[in-house]
């Protein structure tokens, strides 16, 4: 919108040509986010404390969760607001891949919503039934896969990249729509799996959004594309802009996130955020990157399969004392503040090494 406006302009005041700069778009896009979220995020928390709608701990978790029970949730809705607000302030909006980005993100959210409003405010301990969680994020998964195929660029291709490696892809024909829509689909559930501590998922998310923004900048231009070995991607630079939301809206919600927590973002927020980072990936054509500097993400996952299929199996038996990894951790001694700030650390190197792919091919 603001572009549209900064163009129009232009022909009267040529300053106002600045805006047409991808970076600067990108910065105003993140401080625009976190000015939002600053701004909106203790009203949100207040008017959540007014309708009660609080966080329900397990009994057989941690102890030292107990004291979180009744803590506002669902803050994800505002992450979810400020960041389509500043993307589609600070977006080009002919841009295909950032409406698909965008539709999905709010997609997933709304069937985030409807399991946290089901839980939190109806009270129905089950929340959204998983076989139709996981019917209506299929829906919205192969929806976006199938476009994301459709418009596919004629210097992209239907390969899959391979890190470090410059003349070693995979050939995916059709395959490739299959892919986006398990990333879409596997990030987002992964992300909302890490959602359990004080700020643990929302940093990981803001790490692996700007590293992906450094992607879709490179590949939008085709002279860096061409010179670090990347996909030419069209239009992706759009893309970096809407990263550059995601991290301000994150930050912000750090602010009140932080330990110890103010707010959570339930359902809403991770398994949106999640499901944006999936599509994101399958734009850049960053899929095992995304495996890379999520990392964090993948190991929480893991961590879910093998305890339920090793527990299953061996009739009661248990890998980790508890699942997700960090429960596993907290039960073993670790504080919380200690799990949160290592795992962050971690997700800082894995995104670093998900980065000189760039460069180490």
Request: glycine share 10%; charged share 10%.
């Amino acid at each position: 919108m603001l572009i549209w406006l900064a163009h129009c302009l232009s022909h009267f005041i040529p300053g106002f040509q600045v805006f047409h700069y991808l970076t600067l778009r990108a910065v105003l896009a993140a401080l625009t986010a976190l000015l939002i979220m600053l701004i909106f995020g203790g009203p949100m928390i207040r008017r959540l404390q007014r309708q009660q709608i609080g966080q329900v701990v397990r009994a057989d978790g941690p102890q030292s969760h107990l004291a979180k029970s009744g803590t506002p949730t669902m803050g994800g809705i505002l992450i979810l607001f400020a960041i389509a607000v500043s993307s589609l302030l600070w977006t080009q909006w002919s841009n295909i891949y950032f409406w698909v980005v965008l539709i999905v993100m709010i997609g997933f959210g709304v069937i985030g919503w409807l399991d946290d409003h089901l839980k939190l405010v109806l009270k129905n301990p089950r929340g959204l039934r998983s076989r139709w969680k996981y019917f209506w994020q299929s829906v919205i998964g192969i929806v976006a896969a199938v476009i994301l195929y459709l418009t596919i660029d004629r210097h992209v291709g239907t390969e899959l990249v391979i890190p470090f490696f410059v003349n070693i892809s995979v050939h995916l024909g059709v395959g490739l729509a299959v892919l986006t829509y398990f990333v879409i689909v596997g990030s987002s559930n992964a992300v909302n799996l890490t959602d359990g501590l004080d700020g643990l998922a929302i940093m990981p998310v803001v790490l692996v959004a700007g590293g992906l923004a450094a992607f879709a900048y490179v590949e939008s231009n085709s002279v860096f594309a061409s010179y670090l070995y990347v996909p030419f991607v069209p239009g992706a630079g759009e893309i970096a802009v809407f990263c550059a939301s995601m991290v301000g809206a994150g930050l912000g919600f750090l602010w009140f996130n932080t330990y110890p927590a103010q707010v959570f973002m339930g359902d809403v927020g991770a398994l949106a955020l999640g499901a944006a980072l999936g599509a994101i990936a399958s734009v850049v054509r960053q899929e095992l990157v995304l495996f890379i500097m999520g990392g964090i993400f993948v190991a929480e996952t893991v961590s879910v399969i093998l305890q339920v299929g090793y527990f299953k199996l061996s009739g009661g038996k248990r890998i980790f004392r508890m699942a997700p990894l960090h429960h596993h951790f907290e039960l073993n001694g670790w504080k919380e503040s200690k799990v949160i700030v290592r795992f962050w650390i971690i997700t800082v190197i894995l995104v670093l090494i998900g980065l000189s792919t760039l460069k180490l091919r």
